[in-house]
């Protein structure tokens, strides 16, 4: 159940104080019983809600894992008329927007849904969604320099909060090393500039978890809605009842 001009809102009738207005003056009807009490609840998916007589066609909520290439843009629309997550949704006729964004030249695992409510939790840094990704970065950092990351290193930003960091694959000439890192926090480009901050700069970085949820199996450039299950996970992640991430998938970056 939830608030009325919330639903009303969400479906795109008018703003919030604009919808609370509507149901002040009498427009709003449940089931054919006019509400004029702004504490009012409803249920958007099984009741019907009609505005001025008309039913209101509430927004069916949608969950999808998309697994972003490299060189793509994280809007749904770009003036500069680039490459972004939209060309990729050609089979999607509803509205959906990315969760959070990763940067044009990082790929891998990115949410989209209709969900504002869940969207802005799993985004929101004081409910620490852990985050998983592969990073690449030259030579091969040494195990205190990947302690520093654990603990915390301060950036111009402030110190980040300790990550999760482990050896995925090392060259064996020591020209690179892949590292899988788990953080908890979504600053801008945060993961390369912790490696910045080590002097061991990012080659390729991908996003291979969020939540819980896993990219395991799903091809790059390709999407597919989310299961029952997992939508259950992310809510779980999102109110802070999982706290250890899904253990490290994922090939290393050739």
């Given amino acids: 159940m939830e608030r009325l001009q919330k639903i009303l809102a969400n479906a795109g009738v008018a703003s919030r104080r604009k919808c609370e207005e509507l149901i002040r003056e009498g427009k709003v009807a449940v089931n054919d019983r006019v509400v004029t009490e702004l504490g009012a609840k409803a249920d958007p998916v099984h009741d019907i809600i009609t505005v001025n007589g008309k039913p209101v066609k509430t927004e069916n909520k949608l969950y999808f894992i998309f697994n972003k290439p490299k060189g793509v843009i994280t809007t749904m629309s770009d003036p500069q008329g680039r490459t972004t997550v939209r060309d990729y949704l050609k089979g999607v006729k509803e509205r959906v927007y990315p969760v959070g964004r990763l940067d044009y030249d990082s790929e891998g695992l990115l949410l989209l849904t209709n969900d504002g409510d869940l969207a802005q939790k799993l985004t929101h840094p004081k409910h620490h969604v852990p985050k998983t990704y592969l990073a690449t970065v030259e030579r091969v950092p040494h195990g205190n320099d990947l302690e520093k990351l654990k603990k915390g290193i301060r950036l111009e930003d402030g110190m980040t909060a300790p990550a999760e960091v482990e050896y995925h694959d090392v060259d064996p000439d020591g020209k690179y090393a892949t590292i899988a890192i788990t953080i908890r ?12 901050a080590i002097r061991h700069p990012v080659i390729r970085l991908k996003r291979i978890s969020f939540g819980g949820i896993s990219l395991d199996g799903l091809q790059r450039g390709k999407y597919r809605k989310l299961t029952a299950e997992e939508v259950q996970q992310l809510k779980d992640a999102a109110d802070g009842k999982i706290k250890l991430e899904a253990h490290h998938h994922g090939e290393a970056p050739k």
Avoid: A, L
């Avoid at 926090?185 to 910045?196: H, L, T």
């Fill in 185 to 196: 926090e979504g600053r801008n480009r945060q993961v390369r500039r912790m490696f910045e």
